[in-house]
């Protein structure tokens, strides 16, 4: 793994012609680190080779290996659907269920399957949801792993109201326990702090179309044990407005929705909260990545730093992404690379390793693309030109 990370790059800091100063996450070279048909999701449709899907997939070291669980598919087509939230039409995948495949690296670059093991939510192990489970994080805690994904009430992309935090752990990756799924609202994206701060539970939520953050008023218990403590979850929910945290709208970039995005990074400066926005990425930020027009709809990546004791305090937060999308695999596809959906860079995994900061990201609702930065260079850069005004 050392060899790896002396090819990882540590970003860099750059001046546009507005006068602003951006920070630029660097892609790996070799990206898009896992491809689908690597990992054998394909099939034959009509005598064609037809390649599925795998991304979104959180990360975390187990044993001096990293494991990656991203959500996988295949048997999909393409079509569309209005969004009820917004209105906009959108590209969509009919007639899958997702699943999650743990994957095992000696050097966080080149993955394989784990033992063939599957997370399925497709009413074999369960019925609590039965369309697929979906963008999964791993959040280390105490001596396990907790597994917080999305688990799919209603079919993907078509069935609003559809998403449930569901929620699983494991000492190994391969004997995952079930604990159940949050009944008592709508919401994806949610992760807990790794840790209690002051004796609390912490953990940020997706309430559309912003980030949340609230205490568990029972502890890790009322996440481990959902069903035993629905009362709890019930207030939280409808506590919400009181809990907003950063709302979306802020910026052109975060115009549609903002989500949390990796597990929450411990700094000696702050809590890093590296999250994802949907939005207009403006003619600028795109010529600093190369681009020759804007995103009129895309996704980016961002960050803010939380203060230490009181993670309700945001002590600096991003103006601009600190990752756009701008590869083939990231944005409209080409002859090399198909993407399922356009201009989407989705951040689920993050690891410190070294003083870098490496990400695991899915793009194009198709691959999983490595991103990097030396961590120190970005938080210095967040609390010289990021200082939060709200």
């Known amino acids: 793994m050392d060899r790896s990370l002396a090819e990882l790059g540590d970003g860099t800091v750059v001046s546009l012609d507005s006068g602003e100063t951006i920070f630029k996450l660097d892609s ?101 949801f039965i369309y697929g489970i979906e963008d999964m994080r791993i959040i280390k805690y105490d001596q396990r792993y907790l597994l917080i994904g999305c688990g799919k009430t209603g079919p993907a992309f078509k069935a609003a109201k559809a998403d449930r935090i569901a929620v699983y752990s494991t000492n190994d990756f391969v004997n995952i326990t079930y604990h159940g799924i949050i009944e008592s609202f709508d919401s994806r994206n949610a992760i807990p702090f790794p840790e209690t701060i002051r004796g609390q539970q912490y953990m940020l939520f997706r309430f559309h179309p912003n980030i949340y953050l609230d205490v568990l008023e029972t ?39 903002i ?21 207009e ?43 756009i999308p701008s590869g083939p695999y990231e944005l409209y596809g080409n002859d090399e690379y198909c993407v399922d959906v356009s201009a989407v860079v989705f951040p689920v995994g993050a690891l410190v390793l070294k003083g870098k900061l490496v990400l695991y990201v899915g793009s194009g609702d198709k691959y999983v693309i490595l991103l990097s930065c030396n ?14 005004d709200a």
């Open 28 to 128: 790996f070279a070799g990206n898009p680190i896992i491809k689908p048909q690597d990992i054998g999701l394909t099939w034959e449709e009509e005598d064609e080779l037809k390649i599925g899907a795998a991304f979104n997939g959180g990360g975390e070291v187990f044993e001096n290996r990293v494991i990656l669980m991203p959500r996988c598919h295949q048997g999909y087509s393409a079509g569309k659907f209005v969004d009820p939230r917004t209105g906009i039409e959108r590209i969509c995948l009919e007639n899958y269920v997702s699943e999650i495949w743990p994957l095992v690296s000696e050097d966080g670059i080149k993955f394989s399957r784990l033992r063939n093991a599957v997370i399925r939510g497709d009413g074999t192990d369960h019925q609590d």
């Open 281 to 323: 990425i403006e003619d600028d930020i795109c010529q600093a990545y190369g681009l020759a027009e804007n995103i009129e709809r895309g996704y980016s990546i961002c960050g803010v730093l939380l203060d230490l004791d009181n993670p309700r305090e945001v002590l600096c937060r991003t103006r601009k992404p600190i990752y």
């Open 259 to 279: 989500g949390p995005g990796t597990q929450v990074i411990k700094t000696d400066k702050g809590w890093l909260v590296i999250y994802h926005a949907v939005g």
């Open 375 to 388: 961590l120190k260079n970005f938080i210095n850069y967040l609390w010289e030109y990021c200082k939060y």
């Open 219 to 257: 502890g890790i218990d009322q996440l481990l044990s959902p069903d035993m403590h629905i009362k709890y979850w019930k207030e939280l929910y409808e506590r919400r407005s009181d809990n907003l945290l950063l709302e979306a709208r802020s910026y052109p970039h975060e115009k549609e929705k």
